[in-house]
């Protein structure tokens, strides 16, 4: 975009420019859908975001299908993977997700309402169950069964990594173009193709002005010439050019009933009980206060209503903002009206807040 910027690109004679701002493809795909905040272009990792933007009733136009080559995968440890081979014979996509229901490897995967990656895994596996419905009462079936042996739902890469360096994970999601740049993981872990390409296709949003649809071809554009693509080479885009997909795009309806699916599935037979601990002193005034709310009402979005949920603040003293209950619609409104409500100041009373959940926890 800098380059694009300072390289003198003009609609009728007149300077243009473009600005870029850089969230996950789940949370702009959020913002978008819920009027929050609509760009002029959207360039999510893959092609389910813009199926899910079109069935929420979004007007897309699929410009460009791809402007910088990547793939998505399952990186397991080569010793898990040679164990793996002599019982599947090829390790693929498939083999992964037998060897998961089969309690014979530990596999995490991200969140599919915010990881381009999380959702694309969920959608192959569900496939893998019913390539003709992957939705259908029978995926569903051995979905739960695959939730079983699912460690965790990890939030970001970092935190699956980390599992995984320190042995309690044999395998975990990454994109090409990370573990490409990760010396450390190539030497250990060997990186298993699956679900649909992650090539940044992009969408024009609404109904773009001329001089605004302009901008975006030249931009488009830009991003295909050869330095551009050079330049992605060098960041470890556009490797595994021989890799496609074997299944098919799944449709925005499909995509939303599988999320939904992994909502009430995920915690497999097992169920959930937790306490939120918010930081409200006054070191959390302005923005760190606000970032809190927005995590905390975000995560309102992915909780079943079978889960029991609380909440608990500190500053200078604890307060139990919501006793732990059933997370349903009454228990959610609480929720709610207290993340609103939140207000810094004060010290900073941690001990006695994770002592105060901790024994909620145990009572319930």
Not at 97 to 126: K, M, Q, R
Not at 314 to 330: L, R
């Amino acid at each position: 975009a800098n380059k694009f910027n300072s390289s003198g690109a003009t609609v009728d004679g007149t300077p243009i420019s473009v600005g870029v701002r850089s969230i996950s493809s789940g949370l702009a795909t959020d913002f978008i859908s819920s009027g929050k905040y609509v760009p002029d272009v959207f360039a999510p990792s893959n092609e389910l975001w813009g199926n899910i933007l079109e069935e929420k009733g979004v007007k897309t136009n699929l410009v460009e299908k791809g402007i910088a080559g990547n793939v998505a995968g399952v990186v397991i440890s080569k010793d898990k993977k040679n164990e793996l081979s002599k019982k599947y014979n090829e390790v693929n996509s498939q083999a992964i997700i037998n060897a998961v229901l089969n309690n014979e490897i530990s596999v995490a995967y991200t969140d599919p309402y915010s990881s381009s990656t999380g959702l694309n895994f969920l959608l192959t596996t569900l496939y893998s169950f019913d390539n003709s419905n992957p939705v259908s009462d029978n995926a569903v079936s051995q979905f739960k069964k695959f939730q079983q042996n699912i460690p965790f739902t990890a939030y970001n890469t970092l935190q699956m990594k980390e599992s995984a360096q320190s042995g309690s994970l044999d395998g975990f999601l990454l994109e090409y173009q990370t573990y490409v740049n990760s010396p450390d993981l190539k030497a250990s872990y060997d990186f298993i193709p699956f679900g649909v390409r992650h090539d940044g296709p992009i969408y024009e949003i609404g109904d773009l002005t001329p001089i605004k649809k302009q901008i975006s071809d030249q931009f488009v554009q830009f991003c295909k010439t050869d330095d551009s693509q050079n330049l992605a080479t060098q960041k470890g885009f556009n490797n595994l050019k021989d890799y496609t997909y074997d299944g098919k795009l799944l449709d925005g309806k499909t995509i939303l009933k599988a999320q939904e699916i992994w909502k009430s599935e995920k915690t497999g037979s097992s169920g959930i009980t937790a306490v939120f601990v918010a930081d409200v002193s006054g070191s959390m005034e302005g923005s760190p206060l606000l970032k809190l709310k927005a995590s905390l009402n975000q995560a309102t979005n992915f909780i079943g209503s079978d889960a029991d949920v609380g909440f608990v603040t500190f500053s200078d003293e604890v307060n139990v903002a919501v006793p732990i209950a059933k997370f349903d619609s009454t228990q959610k409104s609480y929720f709610s009206n207290a993340v609103k409500n939140l207000r810094a100041s004060g010290g900073t009373a941690m001990f006695d807040a994770i002592i105060v959940a901790e024994k909620m926890l145990m009572e319930a």
